[in-house]
């Protein structure tokens, strides 16, 4: 009797997978910035306060990534916030698209 070894899946998306969406990674990093502004924070003290890298809060910012909702949890304790505070012009964006 022969056992078949399982492979594991692929990490990341699947090829031709689309999930990033621009206007709202942008939306979501400008809200994000302007919080952390108002603030007087530093991206750096943003990420000390969040847990995460500092590189991925400018990513963040610039609209390059799009945080999983860990991410988001984590920014909005960073920021005092509530997540619902980052999300929601991004939402808006989203909706106003045809």
Same mark, same amino acid.
């Given at each position: 009797?022969?056992? &078949?070894?399982?492979?594991?899946? +692929?990490?990341g998306?699947?090829? #031709?997978?689309? %999930?990033? /969406? *621009?206007?709202?990674a ?9 919080? &952390?502004? /108002?603030?007087?924070?530093? !991206? *750096? !003290?943003?990420?000390?306060? %969040?847990?995460?890298? &500092?590189s ?6 610039? #609209?390059? %990534? ?9 920014l ?5 916030? /509530?997540? %619902? ?6 939402? +808006?964006?989203? &909706?106003?698209?045809?």
């Amino acid at each position: 009797m022969s056992i &078949r070894l399982k492979t594991a899946p +692929k990490a990341g998306r699947p090829k #031709g997978a689309r %999930s990033f /969406d *621009e206007t709202v990674a942008k939306m979501l990093g400008a809200t994000a910035r302007a919080r &952390r502004l /108002d603030n007087e924070m530093s !991206q *750096e !003290q943003l990420a000390d306060a %969040s847990g995460l890298e &500092r590189s991925y809060v400018g990513r963040l910012e610039r #609209g390059g %990534s799009q945080p999983t909702l860990l991410a988001l949890l984590k920014l909005a304790k960073g920021l005092d916030c /509530d997540v %619902s505070e980052l999300v929601g012009p991004a939402e +808006k964006a989203f &909706r106003r698209r045809k």
